[in-house]
């Protein structure tokens, strides 16, 4: 259901769609619509949260991960998922 290719400081993450929706539920929809996600690692989410929650279309809502980051998603201008994620424990 959820695949991750590695190279040097790249990452490539596939996620199955109906999985993807589980996560997203926004996405839920009767037709077929092309989507990906691109994911941003940042060292100050709080305050691109603030900057951003009020200007954008919130995709989910700042949360914690059972996999350690802090993490909102949002849509850009074409309906495509930006996830802003912090590493929770940076020491």
Same mark, same amino acid.
């Given at each position: 259901?959820?695949? &991750?290719?590695?190279? @040097?400081?790249? /990452? /490539?993450s596939?996620? +199955?769609? @109906?999985? &993807?929706?589980?996560?997203?539920?926004?996405?839920?929809t009767d037709? /077929?619509?092309?989507?990906?996600t691109?994911?941003?690692?940042?060292?100050? &989410? @709080?305050?691109i949260? %603030?900057?951003?929650?009020d200007?954008?279309? &919130?995709a %989910?809502?700042?949360?914690?991960?059972?996999?350690g980051?802090? +993490?909102?998603?949002?849509? @850009?201008?074409?309906?495509?998922?930006?996830?802003?994620?912090?590493q +929770?424990?940076?020491?």
């Open positions: 259901m959820f695949a &991750i290719l590695k190279k @040097d400081n790249t /990452i /490539i596939f996620q +199955e769609k @109906d999985n &993807i929706i589980s996560e997203y539920e926004t996405l839920k037709f /077929i619509k092309p989507t990906f691109l994911f941003f690692t940042v060292d100050n &989410i @709080d305050e949260y %603030k900057e951003l929650k200007k954008v279309l &919130i %989910k809502n700042m949360h914690n991960t059972f996999y980051t802090k +993490e909102f998603a949002i849509f @850009d201008n074409n309906g495509n998922i930006l996830t802003i994620s912090e +929770e424990n940076k020491n």
